[in-house]
């Protein structure tokens, strides 16, 4: 069996931290923070799948048969088309 050994002053103290907090050991902490952050992590969709979702929650009009041309686009901004 391997061990971790991590030789870092703000870890330590993040781990005695919550430890304290949690009224566990640093190394019951550790293990509660990494099994959080992994679970965290698996609940994330993929990118793909949120812009599915949001894509199918918002989907786009029906088209107009306007054209979409320079004059339009001046229009919008109150532009002549000298």
Wanted: aromatic letters at 4%; zero cysteines.
């Amino acid at each position: 069996m391997a061990s971790l050994y991590v030789k870092d002053e703000e870890a330590n103290e993040l781990a005695t931290r919550l430890a304290a907090r949690r009224g566990i050991s640093k190394t019951a902490a550790v293990k509660l923070a990494l099994r959080g952050e992994l679970a965290r992590e698996e609940q994330v969709a993929p990118l793909r799948e949120r812009m599915a979702a949001w894509r199918k929650a918002h989907p786009l009009g029906e088209p107009t048969g306007l054209e979409a041309d320079k004059a339009f686009y001046d229009s919008l901004n109150d532009e002549d088309d000298d």
